[in-house]
């Protein structure tokens, strides 16, 4: 099956997010670099939340 790139970026940037919430934004933010995700959008991701789409799943939570 083909799977374009984009999508496993954007699942890469979804499981860093999870394990970014419940754990710290360093493993987040390595497991993205680790499955490809440059590390500046990583770490856009994770710092800036608010530039992420309103229907994001993460929108309510609070990373620390």
Do not use: Y
């Given at each position: 099956m083909f799977v374009r790139a984009?999508?496993?970026?954007?699942?890469?940037?979804?499981r860093g997010i999870a394990v970014a919430l419940f754990s710290d934004i360093k493993?987040?933010?390595t497991l993205m670099y680790r499955t490809g995700v440059p590390l500046m959008v990583a770490l856009r991701v994770l710092?800036?939340?608010s530039k992420r789409r309103s229907d994001d799943w993460t929108r309510d939570w609070v990373l620390h």
């Open positions: 984009n999508n496993l970026t954007a699942t890469a940037v979804e493993a987040g933010a710092l800036r939340p």
